[in-house]
């Protein structure tokens, strides 16, 4: 078992897991289940987490109430609750998932997100801030440009003033670091 | 002619001169100063302390900056990622050095310029005045009646004071338990609160709490001031434990340039010996230092061998 | 000295333009970083140390512990008008001020937080005054295996966090508890499930975590419902609570006032779970617990005197033997050293002006806090009317900037990201997400002392320490009887025919 905890090993297990993990939830989605199979993610993602973080306990020192102790305590109750919730999806004892929403818009709004945090590396905050509350007004539908323009603007001045100059955050500069 | 040549002379004076003075020229702008803690921390007084003092001996602006996290190592890495001009350095402990070790050597200690180790805090046995096991003889007959029951608090394991307990066990050839807390200050209140028998710390934690009291310290001779009467281990007749030491100083990356080196090691020498800063140092119950590059590297590669070897005996590091 | 000599020394330090203006300024600061997520009381202190350092002593703590005050009453403005609690014991008071601003009744939540604050941090700042060191001696008294007891006492309130949903809740706090055992083990020195990384040494970090569950959360819910136009709450009503209505609940807020108090001297133990617990406690008190959740004064009440009390409660140990008690604390002990002054015994004999300074400034600070209050909640009201197409960016751009404040790192955001798209998941199949932070912040409490205690005396200490086991038991039952009634619940449901079958 200690194979897994390290290295290859460790990514195998991880693999295998996420593998088996799509597996139950795909093969929920394609049977009559399908009602309840977007309920069955988050025990899966528990039960997943769970199992990577118990194969990495194995290289724990082992000593009386050693570092592993907890860390098992609120593993094997995880696993436990998640089984159940699991087993309730399985036998329609559970809410009925939400409708689907937007979710490619939400994609959209998490992608836009995540692309912001990359551009702080570079353009530095106060430029992708801008750019970012603009593109993200612009994308739930807000159409004044003034408004756009100055909501923008006074964020980049307020976190400018308050947070770099007067907290002294420093805040990542990227390009403009040689000209402030 | 005559006119001709002493004019060129002067401009040449003059041009050599505004060179060299250009060369000399450091800072030029304000200097970061990185601390590993959040501000009010015991590393953060420090550096500002160091600050004020150093504004008597220089203009250059020097402007604290906080980049906490895993104990010292974002911001030793935050130093190798900048560039080595001279324009940032970072106030240093001994315990960065146990991170550097528990975090598995992955910074090499010989790309940072030890520019100088500026203040030693000895280690001290310090326990609860209002408690009947007090004293250094009282600790080690309680030890030897609990036969390994006894119990030391101090901040994590792996650190600075655990190692120093585990050597005080070894020297004196008693057995105890190391209960470790999350910071010196929870650990001291179980001092207090009677849970432990012993702290291991230093003698700045004393000041201000009058139940505490320095047991032992770990130093050659004994301090002055408010620990006169506190007996060095060679008093108590424990041998090898005169010099157990948690250290302060300065680092930056490898490579500054000279003038800027020529910089430090002047405003180092000055602050070293300003009045104000050895009052501060001693009032704490510490020694003014002054050892610098060669020398201060040579300690850290010793304490990196004393981490990497302690870590391994409590099964922390492989 | 008595009591009435040490405040004409301690008032005499703050009469005069300078200090009110510091005090004035230390509320509004606080107020304002409490208001901002990311900056915690404990963030928004640090920040002003570098400030403090060229005041005298005095005026420098004073300004200080006026922030720190102001800051726990800041967090709940944003909790209330947009559900991101701006400091981590508002997460409490989300959880019924966010209903009231859904409901239009945006005024009754702030105004009751507000008052509930001044009162609580006015009960705390009292007992703080004349019981400090008798109190701190008993804090003391408490072991590893005391601690613990109550760690999971602050745990068994997720009973009361779960509306009916047992199951889900527990998984919810186990996943936090999870999480919080990631980083270096203070114990034992090892570091867990970092996989290699040193930014997981220290793990994750609480704030942005809170607000990625919190904020970030919602505004990807809303993503996903987006109908294309943004809307503007129709009615908000700026009205605050009826006297009829203080009344009903002034036993709430003093029952939670002095909870918060106590909880606050512990060491370790803090706002959050001063606020988790008496909100547990008034839930299981009051006439109306199914309001709870659903826009309850009551709750809003017990959440903010309890987190604003404790603030008095932490400064005990800190003051009477110098022993930090909160995070907050530890920048104030900084702070201090920074002055070269020592809190503890020896500086209520040898500086009387500077405690007793603090003191006399924390009650004058409740006042100004009550007064700039009432004035601003008029302002901060009408963030609610503006248009969610300009709110919802303008949340996010707060959360990153929030987070990376904390610590000034990029992983910290990160972690906010995707902490906001698990929150996304969990609202989305009906799992709290306050349980989360609960388990995030007893996580280490928990586990921390069980073990100290058990390598103290072994683990029959949890039954010959006579506290512990008491409270073990307390524990035990005030999270088994609530399981107990719904189980009732469900088996009634099922007998009766009906649609109402048993979903957990």
């Given at each position: 078992m200690e194979y897994f905890s390290e290295g290859t090993g460790l990514l195998v297990w991880i693999l295998a897991l996420i593998l088996i993990a799509c597996g139950i939830y795909f093969g929920m989605r394609y049977s009559k289940m399908r009602d309840y199979s977007g309920q069955a993610i988050i025990p899966l993602i528990m039960i997943v987490l769970s199992l990577v973080l118990w194969v990495k306990t194995l290289g724990f020192p082992t000593e009386?109430?050693?570092?592993a102790l907890i860390p098992l305590l609120w593993i094997f109750w995880l696993i436990l609750l998640s089984v159940v919730i699991l087993f309730f999806c399985f036998t329609g004892r559970i809410d009925k998932d939400p409708k689907r929403g937007r979710i490619f818009f939400l994609g959209l709004g998490v992608g836009l997100v995540v692309v912001y945090y990359f551009a702080m590396d570079y353009l530095g905050y106060f430029i992708s801030s801008f750019l970012f509350l603009a593109t993200a007004m612009y994308m739930l539908s807000y159409r004044k440009p003034f408004t756009i323009l100055l909501v923008g603007t006074g964020w980049v001045l307020f976190s400018y003033l308050i947070f770099y100059k007067l907290l002294y955050i420093q805040l990542p500069l990227g390009l403009i670091e040689d000209f402030i | 002619m005559k006119k001709g040549c002493i004019a060129l002379l002067v401009t040449l004076v003059v041009i050599v001169g505004s060179f060299s003075t250009a060369i000399a020229k450091f800072p030029t702008k304000p200097i970061k100063l990185i601390v590993?803690?959040?501000?009010?921390?015991a590393i953060d007084v420090f550096a500002r302390k160091f600050t004020t003092i150093a504004a008597k001996y220089t203009d250059a602006t020097f402007v604290v900056v906080n980049k906490s996290g895993a104990g010292g190592i974002v911001a030793i890495k935050y130093i190798l990622s900048e560039k080595a001009d001279g324009y940032q350095f970072a106030a240093v402990t001994r315990s960065n050095v146990g991170k550097i070790v528990s975090s598995g050597n992955e910074i090499n200690v010989e790309d940072l310029d030890w520019m100088a180790m500026m203040v030693s805090d000895p280690e001290a046995i310090i326990t609860n005045r209002t408690s009947p096991i007090n004293t250094w003889e009282q600790i080690v007959a309680d030890a030897k009646e609990k036969g390994g029951d006894q119990i030391w608090v101090g901040p994590a394991a792996g650190g600075n004071d655990h190692i120093m307990a585990m050597k005080t066990w070894n020297a004196a050839g008693i057995k105890a338990k190391w209960i470790p807390y999350a910071s010196g200050g929870k650990a001291m209140a179980a001092l207090l609160g009677g849970h432990g028998v012993v702290y291991v710390g230093n003698p700045q934690d004393v000041i201000g709490r009058p139940d505490l009291k320095v047991a032992v310290i770990s130093n050659s001779e004994r301090l002055g001031g408010d620990f006169a009467d506190v007996p060095t281990f060679k008093e108590v007749g424990?041998?090898?434990?005169?010099n157990e030491i948690l250290w302060r100083g300065f680092m930056a990356k490898k490579g500054m340039p000279e003038e800027a080196k020529a910089f430090y090691h002047d405003l180092f020498d000055k602050v070293n010996n300003d009045a104000e800063w050895q009052e501060y140092v001693q009032r704490g119950g510490a020694v003014p230092l002054f050892d610098k590059e060669d020398k201060f590297l040579a300690t850290v590669k010793n304490d990196q061998i004393e981490f990497a070897e302690a870590l391994k005996k409590i099964g922390a590091i492989k | 000295m008595d009591l009435i000599e040490s405040f004409s020394i301690g008032f005499s330090v703050i009469l005069g333009w300078k200090p009110l203006l510091i005090i004035v300024t230390g509320v509004v600061f606080g107020i304002l970083a409490g208001a901002m997520p990311g900056l915690s009381p404990s963030t928004a202190v640090a920040l002003l140390v570098p400030f403090s350092y060229t005041m005298s002593p005095a005026l420098a703590l004073i300004l200080l512990t006026s922030i720190y005050i102001a800051s726990n009453y800041g967090g709940s403005i944003t909790a209330v008008l947009i559900n991101t609690p701006g400091t981590p014991s508002a997460a409490v008071t989300a959880m019924d001020g966010y209903p009231l601003t859904q409901q239009g009744k945006a005024g009754k939540g702030l105004g009751t937080a507000l008052v509930a604050s001044t009162i609580g941090g006015a009960v705390g700042v009292l007992i703080l005054i004349l019981f400090a060191v008798p109190l701190a001696r008993v804090a003391l008294k408490f072991s590893p295996a005391d601690y613990f007891a109550l760690a999971l006492f602050g745990l068994a309130t997720v009973a009361s966090m779960s509306r009916g949903n047992v199951l889900k809740s527990m998984v919810a706090i186990l996943f936090g508890l999870l999480i919080k055992t990631?980083?270096?083990?203070?114990?034992?020195?090892v570091s867990r499930f970092t996989f290699g990384n040193d930014m997981l040494y220290d793990g994750f970090t609480l704030i942005p975590a809170l607000i990625g569950l919190f904020a970030v959360s919602v505004v990807f819910s809303k993503f996903e419902t987006w109908t294309g136009v943004g809307r503007v709450m129709d009615k908000i009503d700026n009205k605050l609570p009826s006297l009829e209505e203080f009344l009903k609940i002034k036993f709430t807020i003093l029952r939670s006032s002095i909870i918060g108090t106590v909880i606050g001297i512990f060491p370790g133990a803090g706002a959050t779970i001063a606020a988790f617990i008496s909100y547990d406690m008034s839930k299981r008190a009051s006439?109306?617990?199914?309001k709870f959740g659903h826009g309850s004064l009551e709750g809003v009440a017990a959440a903010e005197s309890a987190n604003s009390s404790s603030v008095g409660g932490a400064l005990v140990p800190l003051l009477a033997l110098g022993i930090p008690g909160s995070a907050t604390d530890a920048v104030l002990l900084g702070a201090f050293m920074l002055h070269d002054l020592v809190p503890g015994p020896m500086l209520f004999q040898n500086n009387p002006e500077i405690v007793y300074g603090i003191f006399s400034a924390l009650i004058v600070a409740n006042i100004v806090m009550l007064f700039l209050g009432l004035y601003g909640n008029r302002l901060f009201i009408r963030v609610v009317s503006v248009p969610e197409s300009v709110m919802y960016p303008l949340i996010l751009a707060i959360a990153i900037i929030g987070s990376f404040a904390v610590n000034g790192s990029m992983f910290d955001v990160a972690a906010c990201i995707g902490f906001g798209v698990v929150g996304w998941f969990f609202k989305r199949y009906g799992y709290p997400v306050a349980p989360v932070v609960l388990g995030i912040v007893l996580g280490k409490m928990v586990e921390e002392n069980f073990r100290r205690a058990v390598m103290m005396d072994g683990y029959g200490v949890f039954y010959r320490d006579k506290l512990a086991f008491i409270v073990l038991l307390i524990a035990f039952f005030s999270f088994v009887w609530p399981l107990y009634k719904a189980w009732r619940y469900h088996r009634q449901a099922a007998a009766a025919p009906g649609e109402n079958e048993a979903k957990i």
């Amino acid at each position: 078992m200690e194979y897994f905890s390290e290295g290859t090993g460790l990514l195998v297990w991880i693999l295998a897991l996420i593998l088996i993990a799509c597996g139950i939830y795909f093969g929920m989605r394609y049977s009559k289940m399908r009602d309840y199979s977007g309920q069955a993610i988050i025990p899966l993602i528990m039960i997943v987490l769970s199992l990577v973080l118990w194969v990495k306990t194995l290289g724990f020192p082992t000593e009386d109430a050693g570092p592993a102790l907890i860390p098992l305590l609120w593993i094997f109750w995880l696993i436990l609750l998640s089984v159940v919730i699991l087993f309730f999806c399985f036998t329609g004892r559970i809410d009925k998932d939400p409708k689907r929403g937007r979710i490619f818009f939400l994609g959209l709004g998490v992608g836009l997100v995540v692309v912001y945090y990359f551009a702080m590396d570079y353009l530095g905050y106060f430029i992708s801030s801008f750019l970012f509350l603009a593109t993200a007004m612009y994308m739930l539908s807000y159409r004044k440009p003034f408004t756009i323009l100055l909501v923008g603007t006074g964020w980049v001045l307020f976190s400018y003033l308050i947070f770099y100059k007067l907290l002294y955050i420093q805040l990542p500069l990227g390009l403009i670091e040689d000209f402030i | 002619m005559k006119k001709g040549c002493i004019a060129l002379l002067v401009t040449l004076v003059v041009i050599v001169g505004s060179f060299s003075t250009a060369i000399a020229k450091f800072p030029t702008k304000p200097i970061k100063l990185i601390v590993y803690t959040k501000p009010g921390g015991a590393i953060d007084v420090f550096a500002r302390k160091f600050t004020t003092i150093a504004a008597k001996y220089t203009d250059a602006t020097f402007v604290v900056v906080n980049k906490s996290g895993a104990g010292g190592i974002v911001a030793i890495k935050y130093i190798l990622s900048e560039k080595a001009d001279g324009y940032q350095f970072a106030a240093v402990t001994r315990s960065n050095v146990g991170k550097i070790v528990s975090s598995g050597n992955e910074i090499n200690v010989e790309d940072l310029d030890w520019m100088a180790m500026m203040v030693s805090d000895p280690e001290a046995i310090i326990t609860n005045r209002t408690s009947p096991i007090n004293t250094w003889e009282q600790i080690v007959a309680d030890a030897k009646e609990k036969g390994g029951d006894q119990i030391w608090v101090g901040p994590a394991a792996g650190g600075n004071d655990h190692i120093m307990a585990m050597k005080t066990w070894n020297a004196a050839g008693i057995k105890a338990k190391w209960i470790p807390y999350a910071s010196g200050g929870k650990a001291m209140a179980a001092l207090l609160g009677g849970h432990g028998v012993v702290y291991v710390g230093n003698p700045q934690d004393v000041i201000g709490r009058p139940d505490l009291k320095v047991a032992v310290i770990s130093n050659s001779e004994r301090l002055g001031g408010d620990f006169a009467d506190v007996p060095t281990f060679k008093e108590v007749g424990i041998e090898g434990l005169d010099n157990e030491i948690l250290w302060r100083g300065f680092m930056a990356k490898k490579g500054m340039p000279e003038e800027a080196k020529a910089f430090y090691h002047d405003l180092f020498d000055k602050v070293n010996n300003d009045a104000e800063w050895q009052e501060y140092v001693q009032r704490g119950g510490a020694v003014p230092l002054f050892d610098k590059e060669d020398k201060f590297l040579a300690t850290v590669k010793n304490d990196q061998i004393e981490f990497a070897e302690a870590l391994k005996k409590i099964g922390a590091i492989k | 000295m008595d009591l009435i000599e040490s405040f004409s020394i301690g008032f005499s330090v703050i009469l005069g333009w300078k200090p009110l203006l510091i005090i004035v300024t230390g509320v509004v600061f606080g107020i304002l970083a409490g208001a901002m997520p990311g900056l915690s009381p404990s963030t928004a202190v640090a920040l002003l140390v570098p400030f403090s350092y060229t005041m005298s002593p005095a005026l420098a703590l004073i300004l200080l512990t006026s922030i720190y005050i102001a800051s726990n009453y800041g967090g709940s403005i944003t909790a209330v008008l947009i559900n991101t609690p701006g400091t981590p014991s508002a997460a409490v008071t989300a959880m019924d001020g966010y209903p009231l601003t859904q409901q239009g009744k945006a005024g009754k939540g702030l105004g009751t937080a507000l008052v509930a604050s001044t009162i609580g941090g006015a009960v705390g700042v009292l007992i703080l005054i004349l019981f400090a060191v008798p109190l701190a001696r008993v804090a003391l008294k408490f072991s590893p295996a005391d601690y613990f007891a109550l760690a999971l006492f602050g745990l068994a309130t997720v009973a009361s966090m779960s509306r009916g949903n047992v199951l889900k809740s527990m998984v919810a706090i186990l996943f936090g508890l999870l999480i919080k055992t990631i980083g270096i083990d203070p114990i034992s020195g090892v570091s867990r499930f970092t996989f290699g990384n040193d930014m997981l040494y220290d793990g994750f970090t609480l704030i942005p975590a809170l607000i990625g569950l919190f904020a970030v959360s919602v505004v990807f819910s809303k993503f996903e419902t987006w109908t294309g136009v943004g809307r503007v709450m129709d009615k908000i009503d700026n009205k605050l609570p009826s006297l009829e209505e203080f009344l009903k609940i002034k036993f709430t807020i003093l029952r939670s006032s002095i909870i918060g108090t106590v909880i606050g001297i512990f060491p370790g133990a803090g706002a959050t779970i001063a606020a988790f617990i008496s909100y547990d406690m008034s839930k299981r008190a009051s006439k109306e617990p199914e309001k709870f959740g659903h826009g309850s004064l009551e709750g809003v009440a017990a959440a903010e005197s309890a987190n604003s009390s404790s603030v008095g409660g932490a400064l005990v140990p800190l003051l009477a033997l110098g022993i930090p008690g909160s995070a907050t604390d530890a920048v104030l002990l900084g702070a201090f050293m920074l002055h070269d002054l020592v809190p503890g015994p020896m500086l209520f004999q040898n500086n009387p002006e500077i405690v007793y300074g603090i003191f006399s400034a924390l009650i004058v600070a409740n006042i100004v806090m009550l007064f700039l209050g009432l004035y601003g909640n008029r302002l901060f009201i009408r963030v609610v009317s503006v248009p969610e197409s300009v709110m919802y960016p303008l949340i996010l751009a707060i959360a990153i900037i929030g987070s990376f404040a904390v610590n000034g790192s990029m992983f910290d955001v990160a972690a906010c990201i995707g902490f906001g798209v698990v929150g996304w998941f969990f609202k989305r199949y009906g799992y709290p997400v306050a349980p989360v932070v609960l388990g995030i912040v007893l996580g280490k409490m928990v586990e921390e002392n069980f073990r100290r205690a058990v390598m103290m005396d072994g683990y029959g200490v949890f039954y010959r320490d006579k506290l512990a086991f008491i409270v073990l038991l307390i524990a035990f039952f005030s999270f088994v009887w609530p399981l107990y009634k719904a189980w009732r619940y469900h088996r009634q449901a099922a007998a009766a025919p009906g649609e109402n079958e048993a979903k957990i």
